[in-house]
C-alpha cells in the first residue's frame, strides 16, 4: 500500500506548519511588546554576570552599559559559552584563532575592569543547552549577581538562541530573582528599556576594533555603532543601547515555547 504523503511532501507539510506556528508566536509577541514603553534605565552599582555567546558579543550587544557599570563601580563577570572554533575543519587552525579571540577578549575585559572572565570550552551552544545550562547554574551561583545579561531568545543567530535557552534553564534552576537584560547582536529586538551611553560610545567602539580578527571579516563597529544611533533617536539622545529587561520567568515562558517550535 502507498503512504498517502511522500517524504518530500511530509517535509514541506512540517515546514509550512513550523513557519506558521513560529510567525503566529512572533506576531502575538510582537502585538505585546509594541504595547510595552521603552522606559530610560539608569546604571547603578550593582553585581553583573554576562553571557556572551562569543568573543566580542558582550561589546557588540550591551558593551555601553558594561562601561557606564565599571564607571558606576560595578562588579562584571563575564562568560563565553563558546571557544568559536565552530566552522573550522583543520582543529590547529581552529585552536589558534580560539586563542587569538582569546587575548582579544582579555585585553577588552581589562579595559572593561571586569572582575573576570571564563571562558567554557564548548565548539557552539547548539545541543549543548543542558550542559551549558548546568555551567551556568553554578556560575549563578558562585557569584549572586543582581542583574544577568543575555541574548535576546531569537536573535538571528543559533548559538545566540541556544544560550538564552540555557541561561533560563539555569535561572529556574537556581531560583534566582532580578532582572535579566536581553541585548541584540545580529537582529534587532523589541526594547522595552534602554540605557543612555553617549558618553561612552567612542570607548565602546575603540573596544570592538580590539577585536582585530573578527572586524577583518566584517565592520561591526560601524554598524553596531549606527544601530545604537538609531536607538537614542526615540529618546533625543545621541546614542543607547536597547535592551528587552524582564523577569526570569518571563525569560523562561518565551525561550520555553521557542523551543517548542
Known amino acids: 500500500m502507498e503512504p498517502w504523503l511522500s517524504l518530500s511532501a ?149 548559538d545566540h538562541q541556544s544560550c538564552a535557552l540555557a541561561v533560563a534553564r539555569a535561572l529556574k534552576k537556581t531560583r534566582w530573582q532580578g532582572d535579566v537584560y536581553c541585548y541584540e547582536v545580529w537582529s534587532t529586538l523589541w526594547p522595552n528599556a534602554a540605557v543612555d551611553v553617549t558618553d561612552v560610545i567612542k570607548e565602546k567602539e575603540d573596544l570592538i576594533c580590539m577585536y582585530a580578527s573578527q572586524m577583518e571579516d566584517r565592520d561591526y563597529a560601524t554598524a553596531i555603532i549606527a544601530l545604537n544611533r538609531y536607538r537614542g533617536l526615540q529618546h533625543r539622545l545621541d546614542y543607547a543601547e536597547a535592551f528587552h529587561v524582564c523577569s526570569p520567568q518571563g525569560l523562561y515562558a518565551m525561550t520555553d515555547l521557542l523551543n517548542t517550535l
Open 10 to 158: 511530509f517535509k514541506e507539510l512540517m515546514y509550512r506548519l513550523r513557519t506558521f506556528t513560529a510567525q503566529r508566536f512572533l506576531t502575538r509577541l510582537r502585538r505585546a511588546t509594541h504595547r510595552m514603553p521603552i522606559k530610560l534605565r539608569p546604571v547603578e552599582h550593582a553585581r553583573v554576570l554576562v553571557i556572551s555567546p562569543h568573543y566580542d558579543d558582550e561589546t557588540i550587544g550591551c558593551g555601553g552599559t558594561l562601561l557606564l557599570h565599571r564607571n558606576a563601580g560595578s562588579v562584571v563577570r563575564v562568560v563565553f559559552a563558546t571557544n568559536c572554533e565552530d566552522g573550522i575543519s583543520s582543529p590547529y587552525i581552529a585552536r589558534a584563532v580560539s586563542k587569538v579571540r582569546l587575548t582579544e577578549a582579555s585585553r577588552v575585559a581589562c579595559l572593561m575592569g571586569f572582575e573576570s572572565i571564563k571562558p567554557y570550552t564548548f565548539r557552539n551552544a547548539i545541543g549543548h543547552e543542558n550542559q551549558l545550562s548546568k555551567k551556568l547554574a553554578q556560575e549563578v551561583e558562585a557569584f549572586k549577581p543582581t542583574q544577568v545579561f543575555c541574548p535576546f531568545p531569537i536573535d538571528a543567530h543559533a
